[in-house]
């Protein structure tokens, strides 16, 4: 079911895991979790995330939902490591 339509049914909690590519550095790659994913990504591109403002701008590469803060912040937990970049590599770009 798409998110708009889980919002609409009353699952407004909802935890985005999103993966990033770096437009000007296309070998740069950033995985976070936000509740909007947009408003972020436009963070990132106005340089308010140290982590991240060397490489702007970013595009959204994907991103994914959870209604379950626990379990989004395990995915996010897993594609930071060895094996989730790979599945990363393989998947989500």
């Known amino acids: ?6 919002a609409k049914e009353g699952y407004i909690g909802m935890h985005y895991v999103y993966f990033l590519q770096s437009v000007a550095f ?6 976070g979790l936000t ?26 590469v994907s991103s ?13 937990k897993y594609l930071k490591t060895g094996s989730g970049r790979a599945f990363a590599k393989k998947r989500l770009r």
Do not use: C, I
């Not at 296309?26 to 995985?31: A, L, S």
């Not at 994913?37 to 140290?50: C, E, F, I, P, Y």
């Not at 994914?64 to 996010?76: C, I, K, M, P, Q």
């Open 1 to 6: 079911m798409p998110a708009e339509a889980l």
């Open 26 to 31: 296309p070998d740069q790659y950033y995985t």
């Open 35 to 60: 509740k909007d994913v947009q408003a972020r990504l436009a963070d990132h591109n106005a340089g308010k995330s140290k982590h991240t403002a060397k490489y702007k701008p970013w595009q959204l």
């Open 64 to 76: 994914h939902y959870f209604v379950s803060e626990e379990v989004a912040l395990a995915f996010e």
